[in-house]
């Protein structure tokens, strides 16, 4: 049950920092088109996201943390490999 849990944890995880690091990344790329609001905005909202579920894993399942520290950093590695960053 612990691996599950585990695997749970670090697909959500995964989930959350793939989608999230693209937005934040994406944001920043085009700050100029979309304004400086516009840009803080999305970085907030993904920001407190990202954060939120660090908490989250921290709070219901403190054993698991490193599995949410592998999702958000591998998906922040596969965004920044993607090739989209100009």
Partial sequence: MKLVLFIVILVASWFIGLY???Q???SIQNAKSRGTQMTLL???IWGAIIIGSFFLVWHFSSNNVIAWVIGIVFALVQTLR???IE
């Fill in 20 to 22: 999230g690091w693209a």
């Fill in 42 to 44: 999305t970085i907030l």
């Fill in 24 to 26: 934040i990344i994406g």
């Fill in 82 to 84: 993607a090739g989209k």
